[in-house]
C-alpha cells in the first residue's frame, strides 16, 4: 500500500486540500483512503448512544455497524498512542493512502506552507519531504515548491512520487 503524507502547521490547509485531491484522484481511478491524526482528545461516539455505554462500561473494542458503514474505536486506556504503522495495518488494501498529520512519522510528504501564518518551514529538518506546496511563490528550496491552488497538479506530483499511474 502506497502513502503520502500532508505536513503542515495548524491552519495551513491541510484538510482543505485532502478534502480538494480527493475527487481529483478518484476521478483518476485511484482508490484512496485517508488517516488523519488529532492533536486533541477527540470522541467520534456520543453519549447516551448504546456504543458508548459499551465504552464506559469496559469494552475495550467497539465495532458499530449499518447498511451504510462500520466503524472500530479501540480505547487506549493508557497504552501509548499507535504509531502510523500500526494504524495501517487496520486498513483495508487501496491504491494510495493520503496521511494528514504525523509529520513526526517517516514518510514521503508534501508540506503544507503558508508565510502568512508567521510559521518556518518544517522542510529543511524533515528529509520526508519531497516537496512544498504554498500559495505564493518560494525560492531556495531543496525540494520542488508547487502552487498549493493546483490541485490537478498537486494530484499528478503525488501520483508520480508514489508510481501510480495516472488515468488523465
Known amino acids: ?100 498529520g504525523f509529520k513526526r512519522e517517516s514518510h514521503p510528504k508534501l508540506e503544507i506552507h503558508r508565510p502568512s501564518l508567521g510559521k518556518p518551514l518544517l522542510q529543511p529538518d524533515d528529509p520526508d519531504i519531497v516537496a512544498v506546496a504554498s500559495d505564493v511563490p518560494l525560492s531556495g528550496l531543496a525540494v520542488p515548491v508547487l502552487s498549493l491552488d493546483d490541485t490537478a497538479g498537486l494530484a499528478s506530483f503525488l501520483l508520480d512520487h508514489v508510481g501510480l499511474t495516472r488515468v488523465s
Open 1 to 100: 500500500m502506497r502513502i503520502f503524507g500532508l505536513a503542515g502547521w495548524s491552519g495551513s490547509g491541510k484538510t482543505s486540500l485532502v478534502v480538494r485531491l480527493l475527487p481529483e484522484l478518484v476521478r483518476r481511478g485511484i482508490r484512496v483512503s485517508t488517516v488523519k491524526h488529532a492533536h486533541h482528545a477527540f470522541d467520534i461516539d456520543q453519549p447516551g448512544k448504546d456504543s458508548h455505554r459499551h465504552r464506559l462500561a469496559g469494552a475495550s473494542e467497539v465495532v458499530i455497524s449499518s447498511s451504510h458503514r462500520w466503524a472500530l474505536m479501540h480505547e487506549l486506556r493508557g497504552a501509548p498512542e499507535p504509531r502510523l504503522t500500526e494504524l495501517l495495518r487496520h486498513m483495508s488494501e487501496v491504491d494510495l493512502v493520503v496521511v494528514e
